[in-house]
């Protein structure tokens, strides 16, 4: 009996590795951080619409396509080398979620395969090479890579949300389309649209969740500067980012700022107070929550602020009358919040709640539930609210997406799928308490870190945005995950 347990703890050593096998390969290593770091600007950059257009009139256009073979070729090799792709915590959950977005697409088969072949490759280049990107590095090499990164994607998106903010000032609205060579074109809103900056961006919720991001790592290296001119610029860049969220009219990307804010404060406060017990927590929250009051008053007081700005540049152009005389329309004022403050979501949510039946044990898969609604339910209002409200001249889309990316984790990957995604999740969370609970003092890296994580988590509430899909947001999610999984189990590690 012992001998056959041994012979099973070598066969999986032999095919999962060890951290022995992580440098078997050193360039290959090297190959596919370069690799991800490339990923991660092109999914960001392609989030703004220019680039975009710019990249339709380029051989660049299937950048995606290569990409994506790119780093199955990438996958294939690290496994049979280095076998980083099974150092991820629990990452046998998230292969699970994969297999089952696998059987759910053969399910719905009969609707095409190419677009579920698309969506699941990247979904495992996710979960093996980004959710793993960190056990690739030693930490000033870790260091140095998103020093790299992050100033090209910082700046990048600056000088976006400051052409965005022009717009705003002039009040420049227009719709077009941004990818003329897509199969399904849509028409993107673009500059300041019913009472909403959409900039130069192909997604609002996407861009402001980006906006928020790059604020979370820009506090960080502002703090951790020392060097003046540093905190002069990125204080310029932070204060444009939050012009963005301000303006955006977002109230998700509301939420999770504010909570970021009181719970940055709460864990920077813990890390300097040495009181314990009821009086300590009942201090940290009542300033935790003093902070978070104040900064949604600045918050909603730079607002009031920026609904004269239009005004003031008109008058200040063509001598017109007072900019800042009152006016019955706030312009910063979203429409459309009057009859359902949800905008609709409840009755998105309800609708996919009534599909549980269909949904079953394996799903809908990630891209043909599209088709299975449309065919089965035609009646829903996820599939009704396009063709009445819009038309085919502005969204194509066939169904309103489910605007919750649990929900969306549910539809696509079924019951199972959905059980095994909400168990990495909760391991998550218990490892993150446990890690905050046995240490006083956390590093503002690791604070940052856990940030962008809970943030991605609060906007999957709301949007489909980070869990199984393919954008610049989920990239995001899924480096920050990968880096703070890896430093807890280095801590835990290291203190024993």
Known sequence: MHNKSLGENRL??????????????PWLNVVTIAYLGVVLLVYVLMLIAPFLTFLASTPFYHISAFLGLLGGALLFADLLTNRVLWRGP?????????????????????????????????VVIQFALVYSWRYRLKDEQAVRFIRIVYPVAALAWFAACCVSFFQFALQIGYRYIADPRSLNPELCRQGFLQHR???????????????????????????????????????????????????????????????????????????????????RIAALFLASTIVTGISIGCFFGVKQVMRYVPALVSGDLSGGDDPFEETEDDILEREGLEGDVSNNRFKIWADY??????????????????DYIKEYHPDLYIVQYFQEDYGE???????????NNYLFAFVSTGLIGFLLFMAFLITV??????????????????????????????????????????????FLFWFAMGLLMHDMEKDISTSR
Request: net charge positive.
């Open 353 to 370: 709640l009534t599909l549980r039946g269909d949904i079953g044990l394996v799903g809908l898969s990630l891209s043909n539930y599209n």
């Open 429 to 474: 969370v218990v490892r993150v308490i446990r890690h905050i609970h046995e240490n006083r003092q956390l590093s503002p890296a690791f604070i940052a870190t856990l940030a962008v994580v809970c943030v991605g988590c609060v906007q999957a509430l709301f949007m489909n945005s980070v869990f199984l899909k393919i954008n610049g947001p989920s």
């Open 393 to 403: 001249a502005e969204k194509t889309d066939m169904v309103y997406e489910s605007h």
């Open 12 to 25: 999986v050593r032999t095919i999962t590795g060890s951290k022995e096998t992580i440098n078997n390969v």
């Open 197 to 279: 900056l959409f900039g130069v961006f192909t997604g609002l919720d996407y861009a402001v969740y980006i906006s928020l991001v790059l604020a979370i790592v820009g506090v960080y290296y502002f703090t951790a500067s020392k060097r003046l001119w540093k905190k002069i610029l990125l204080a310029i860049i932070l204060l444009t980012y939050l012009l963005h969220m301000i303006l955006s009219g977002s109230r998700s990307v509301q939420i999770s700022l504010f909570l970021y804010i009181f719970f940055y404060t709460w864990l920077q406060l813990r890390s300097r107070t040495k009181r314990n017990g009821i009086r």
């Open 90 to 122: 629990m990452c046998l959950l998230l292969y699970g979620v994969c297999f089952m977005a696998c059987v759910a697409s053969l399910r719905t088969m009969r609707y095409g395969l190419h677009d579920n072949l698309f969506d699941i490759c990247w």
